[in-house]
């Protein structure tokens, strides 16, 4: 890993920003046109493998990065950092909300890639609704019509608070639906409790295998189901609990990239585990070096990729 900081984070030039509001503005049609010429690629190569890139957490209000509450508040900065993971060999796709992935599709950016579609950002974080997972940005028909190849939901499952139960069936109504279009359904399952007003989800292996068992069981087939968890503690046991494919998230990065590292190729090493889905541990790297960051992170997932 390299030890020097970046001189410059990787930002979207003003002209190209200026560009995408023009765009906008004008022919806003040039998105609809550009999704149905996207050149598309088989969900998955030879390896069985997936790196994929998560840029969803702003549209929940999720700004933050280790203690930088605002990491993730400029659009140019994000989009410029994406454009470059992106560019890197062995990145497969981007998990993202419409105005993100319009943007990179815009770009350019979205050429031979995966590209999944976030379905459900209304538990704003911090807000009292937190846990009222309801879906507000894409639905199984428009991540059809637009060609992607599938759809991410957050499901997170508190025993006392209400907003749960239409999550539940929100969540395994798009796991039909997408299937019903032969799509991925990627679900993220948490047992989640309020603590000291926040809301927290439950990392250790028993609670982990129990939301995995609640959201292996939604929707009418679990054909194209893949489950999105956490690298949790006794991971070989937790894995042993479904046979659906599983990419591992990054999360908000609190311990050193090395140690990150290592438990993402521990885990790699599990038949079920198929890949990564990892935002800001990459895109904003301590060291500022996003290609370098990636790079690894590629490694990890493919072995050596050129």
Known sequence: MSTTPATTSPRLDPEALALLTETRVRA???????????????LVGPDGRLLIVAADHPARGALGVRGDKQAMGSRSELIGRLVEALSRPGVDGVLGTADILEDLLLLGALEGKVVIGSMNRG??????FELDDRFTAYRAQDIAAHG??????LTRIAHDDPGTAPTLEASAKAVTQLA????????????????????????????TILSMHIAAGLGATSAHTWLKLPVVDDLAR?????????????GDPQTCPDETYSSWGQALELPSVRGLVVGRALLYPPDGDVAGAVDIAAGLVHGEVG
């Open 28 to 42: 806003p049609g040039a998105i609809a046109d550009r999704w149905q010429a996207r050149t598309r690629r088989p």
């Open 123 to 128: 538990g704003l974080q911090g807000a009292t």
């Open 148 to 153: 992607l190849e599938g759809g991410k939901m």
């Open 180 to 207: 019903e279009h032969g799509l991925m359904a990627m679900v993220e399952p948490f047992i989640s409790v309020r603590e000291g007003g926040q809301v927290v989800n439950r990392l250790d292996p028993d609670s």
């Open 238 to 250: 937790v894995m042993d609990a479904t046979t659906l494919p599983t990419l591992l998230l990054g």
